[in-house]
């Protein structure tokens, strides 16, 4: 990596679950590199959502090396997610067109319902998991398939966990690390960042400043979501044998599922 920069570059990994990120130093001057990163970093740069695109190479073997501006600043605290910045950030990417279209470019498919079904039930084929709630789960998520088709698509993080927003010393706010990024129903970020990190009693207030009317038709669907996104949760720390992690997954699942009706969701 040092080769890219010149002499006097300094070249740290920045960890993640790629481990393909780095930090480089040169004095003062300061980049986050990043291998094979999202291919429509240039779009996401160019509106503001992330830092600042620099330069980006391509090697010998076929990886593409990207720098961005460093961005002095902090993630985000869990409590910190009902700030205004943080819905007007995510109302601006459920809205860009620009973004959706690059996503079509390179052939990206809509995460639809069925394909979520589809594919945990095939991961669960090939994964020893003696859970009967995850069972439960998957006959819900069948049962309510039908009420949850999306009237629209539009480009979703699909982690907004408050470590991936950056507030930057200027009071600039970004949202980071769009590897797993999907075109989807947008009520899957905001059933995920609702259900984590918004009181429910908070809920309408906080989609007022996205832009959005809560509705029962919009609970139902953010419910589907999240539960969807637990299963996917628990198998991910199954494969990693991080079962603490995965048992409170499994215990959060249970809550989910004892919500029956619109009006308990």
Not at 33 to 56: C, D, H, M, Q, Y
Not at 151 to 166: E, G, K, L, P, T
Not at 243 to 249: A, G, I, L, N, Q
Request: with cysteine.
């Amino acid at each position: 990596m040092e080769h890219l920069l010149g002499e006097g570059w300094q070249v740290i990994p920045a960890g993640g679950a790629t481990g393909e990120a780095y930090y480089a130093q040169h004095g003062e001057e300061k980049l986050f590199l990043k291998r094979n990163s999202s291919p429509f970093l240039a779009v996401l740069s160019a509106e503001g959502i992330v830092p600042k695109l620099l330069w980006t190479r391509r090697l010998e073997n076929g990886d593409v090396i990207t720098a961005q501006r460093w961005v002095n600043g902090r993630e985000l605290k869990s409590f910190e997610m009902d700030e205004d910045l943080v819905a007007q950030l995510l109302s601006k990417i459920h809205r860009s067109k620009e973004l959706l279209e690059m996503f079509k470019r390179i052939g990206n498919k809509p995460l639809t319902p069925h394909s979520i079904v589809n594919e945990l039930t095939e991961r669960l084929r090939t994964v020893s998991l003696n859970e009967a709630i995850i069972n439960d789960a998957i006959s819900f998520l069948k049962k309510e398939i039908t009420e949850v088709e999306p009237q629209q698509y539009v480009v979703c993080h699909c982690d907004i966990n408050h470590n991936n927003w950056v507030l930057s010393e200027e009071g600039d706010l970004f949202l980071i690390d769009w590897d797993g990024a999907m075109v989807a129903d947008p009520a899957l970020d905001l059933g995920l960042l609702l259900y984590w990190y918004i009181p429910r009693q908070d809920w309408e207030d906080w989609l007022k400043k996205y832009g959005l009317i809560l509705t029962h038709d919009l609970c139902k669907k953010m419910h589907w979501y999240v539960i969807s996104q637990t299963i996917y949760g628990i198998l991910w720390h199954k494969q990693r044998e991080e079962y603490s992690e995965m048992k409170y997954w499994i215990s959060y699942l249970c809550e989910l599922l004892e919500v029956t009706t619109v009006a308990e969701i």
